[in-house]
């Protein structure tokens, strides 16, 4: 195997820094910045009675020019990375000659960096009520921030009679907490509300990870077995993989590997999810056992040993599209890991 210590190909992350927003799609949406030219359309559409009155921050009625003012505000705050606040528009006549996009709502995303929260909030046009449009675009921009933001959190509110809203929170993963009061500039007073919030781990109860066929844990938990390894490159920094979107604990900071599969060694395992991930080339021989983590989770009990390995062959290439941050040994505490991750921060921090 050739000598390749290529970490140095790496780029340092910060994790408070969000990344470049690119337009979120779904079967039937776009989820875009807003456009000047959105400013006619979006005034249509918000000031309706019945859409602006479930809304805490819009006035009623909403002047035109405030529509022009609020989206060129939206293109500071996008760039600033302070908000997420995005047009959501789908095709109508789609596939034809006449297909053309038609601005449907709006949905957004306001950062608190101070409690690493992050606000929901989204609208829908009222002719565009009963056809799935809020869960659809409000689910993705959740998932997408929990993926991507350095946040603990997100949460919502909904009018207490708006029973409408609640179940779409809901439906895409939000708890409710309890009841408050906002002050609603459509209704020009505080007005009760329900309260909701959604961490990574509400995400797990729909894509936690099956355990493969494996020795038994206490009674009705499976054991799983995952092999990790601490990159580490000339300068001492170490690698870090983001979970993204879709997988269990997205947004979390990990050691790169993954699952063992029957038969496998977590050598063998390990070289097999490094290539698959990373497309380097590791010898066994270049692995050296270091520590474990035992952690027990709701459906499995987590045992995962950690490899270390200063040799490889082939440039690090995030071949699943995740971010890579190649990170000093004191600084792994400022990335927010799995639970199972943790422990072995501070072993690593003192070994390096």
Not at 117 to 143: D, I, K, N
Not at 179 to 199: C, I, K
């Amino acid at each position: 195997m050739p000598a390749a210590d290529r970490a140095g190909e790496g780029v340092e992350v910060d994790p408070l820094a969000p990344p470049p927003f690119q337009p979120l799609r779904t079967e039937r949406l776009t989820l875009r910045p807003l456009r000047a030219e959105d400013a006619a359309e979006l005034h249509r559409l918000v000031n309706d009675w019945e859409v602006a009155k479930t809304l805490a921050r819009v006035p009623f009625p909403y002047p035109r020019e405030l529509a022009d003012e609020w989206i060129a505000s939206t293109r500071v705050e996008l760039a600033e990375g302070r908000a997420w606040h995005l047009a959501i528009t789908g095709l109508e006549q789609a596939g034809t000659p006449d297909e053309r996009e038609v601005l449907v709502g709006c949905v957004g995303l306001t950062l608190d960096p101070a409690t690493k929260q992050a606000e929901l909030g989204y609208w829908v046009g009222r002719r565009f009520w009963g056809h799935g449009v809020a869960p659809e675009a409000a689910g993705r921009l959740a998932r997408w921030a929990l993926a991507n933001l350095d946040v603990t959190k997100l949460v919502a509110s909904a009018l207490v009679e708006n029973a409408r809203s609640q179940a779409v929170l809901r439906r895409i993963g939000f708890r409710d907490i309890g009841e408050g009061e906002r002050d609603f500039l459509s209704r020009g007073r505080a007005m009760p509300v329900r309260l909701a919030e959604m961490t990574r781990a509400d995400l797990v109860a729909d894509a936690a990870p099956a355990a493969p066929a494996a020795a038994e844990g206490p009674p009705g938990r499976r054991m799983l077995l995952v092999a990790a390894c601490a990159l580490i490159d000339p300068d001492g920094r170490v690698l870090l993989a983001r979970r993204p979107e879709g997988k269990p604990l997205a947004g979390l900071w990990e050691f790169p590997g993954g699952k063992v599969n029957p038969g496998e060694t977590p050598e063998a395992a390990l070289i097999r999810e490094l290539k698959e991930e990373l497309a380097i080339d590791v010898a066994e021989s270049c692995l050296a056992p270091f520590a474990f983590a035992s952690h027990p989770y709701e459906a499995f009990h987590l045992l995962m040993p950690l490899y270390l390995c200063r040799r490889w062959g082939g440039p690090v290439t995030p071949v699943e599209g995740q971010a890579l941050a190649w990170v000093r040994p004191q600084k792994l505490a400022d990335y927010p890991m799995p639970p199972a991750d943790r422990p072995l921060v501070a072993l690593l921090r003192d070994f390096l």
